[in-house]
Nanobody, 126 residues
Framework: QVQLVESGGGLVQAGGSLRLSCAAS????????MGWFRQTPGKEREFIAAISRSGVTTYYTDSVKGRFTISRDNAKNTMYLQMNSLLPEDTAVYYC???????????????????WGQGTQVTVSS
């Protein structure tokens, strides 16, 4: 129904910044609550941030509060994750996701999402 494609990942030094984008097609993203997740080998997919359909309500995992900002521009059919003050521990594959139903956040939030992008690699060097 909706297709999601992440971009903006790459290699950055600790303390630097990256902005990830999630471009949607097929349907307007105004129909969906959305979120960002990350995953490293051998670990469960970790919730990072979520945003309501209108963009009014946001949620963050504690480890990124004050450093990452989730936003969306429904007119451009795009969601963003601005990442500042990056740490080596932020290194992971980052995924965007969308859900028709209620917004999901916290432990195992990935179980609530219906659509996923393919991921983009973020590597933070020390």
């Amino acid at each position: 129904q909706v297709q999601l494609v992440e971009s903006g990942g790459g290699l950055v030094q600790a303390g630097g910044s990256l902005r990830l984008s999630c471009a949607a097609s097929g349907r307007t993203i105004s129909n969906y609550n959305m979120g960002w997740f990350r995953q490293t080998p051998g670990k469960e997919r970790e919730f990072i941030a979520a945003i309501s359909r209108s963009g009014v309500t946001t949620y963050y995992t504690d480890s990124v509060k004050g450093r990452f900002t989730i936003s969306r521009d429904n007119a451009k059919n795009t969601m963003y994750l601005q990442m500042n003050s990056l740490l080596p521990e932020d290194t992971a594959v980052y995924y965007c996701a969308a859900t028709h139903s209620g917004i999901y956040y916290g432990v195992a939030a990935y179980r609530g999402y219906d659509y996923w992008g393919q991921g983009t690699q973020v590597t933070v060097s020390s």
